[in-house]
T-cell receptor, first 112, second 117 residues
């Protein structure tokens, strides 16, 4: 079946590094996404991984291991504005018939 | 571009009433998604369209929900009759299925906060 697990909440200090993990069980895997969602706002795209390895984009990096069904989002040099929910999502299927499944999100609180 | 546009932003209605949510995707995008978000269940995909054709509606909760996309620039999600458990934030998102256009990235609208009393 389809299942995505990520921690419900995390707390970290401004300037620190935090890693948010995501594990998934799915069939026909075709990409993993991370979205950021501030309270009361819409999700915004952060990263996309379809092959194993690390994708780096500024302060944010995302890692994928398809054999382990595992991904993480790494946030460096944390800032107060990084306080938000981080959603892990998996895409299944092939172009034209994709299914998208979102995790329930990890609420990150950055403390001064 | 104005981004994905949704209306209304807030809707309060009584149980049993019909509710229609509207979405205008980003111009040139040919995939459109309807999501529902609640605290308990997180973000759930209800239905999505490619080139105005519904591809997967397995997330539509029940027959009270219906969605249409009569053209490339407009979609509606209708709930009839509405029930209190339908209270949630409904997001519309769009993307391009053309690989060169970063087809993996969905752009979300601001959402419609629906309250059914």
């Amino acid at each position: 079946g389809q299942n995505i697990d990520q921690p419900t909440e995390m707390t970290a200090t401004e300037g620190a590094i935090v890693q948010i993990n995501c594990t998934y069980q799915t069939s026909g895997f075709n990409g993993l996404f991370w979205y950021q969602q501030h309270a009361g706002e819409a999700p915004t795209f952060l990263s996309y991984n379809v092959l194993d390895g690390l994708e780096e984009k500024g302060r944010f990096s995302s890692f994928l291991s398809r054999s382990k069904g595992y991904s993480y989002l790494l946030l460096k040099e944390l800032q107060m504005k990084d306080s938000a929910s981080y959603l892990c999502a998996v895409r299944e299927g092939t172009s034209g018939t994709y299914k998208y499944i979102f995790g329930t999100g990890t609420r990150l609180k950055v403390l001064a | 571009d104005a981004g994905v546009i949704q209306s209304p932003r807030h809707e309060v209605t009584e149980m049993g009433q019909e509710v229609t949510l509207r979405c205008k995707p980003i111009s040139g995008h040919n995939s459109l998604f309807w999501y529902r978000q609640t605290m308990m269940r997180g973000l759930e995909l209800l239905i999505y369209f490619n080139n105005n054709v519904p591809i997967d509606d397995s997330g539509m909760p029940e027959d009270r929900f219906s969605a249409k996309m009569p053209n490339a620039s407009f979609s509606t999600l209708k709930i009839q009759p509405s029930e209190p458990r339908d209270s949630a934030v409904y997001f519309c998102a769009s993307s391009s299925i053309i690989r060169a256009h970063r087809s993996y990235e969905q752009y979300f609208g601001p959402g419609t906060r629906l309250t059914v009393t």
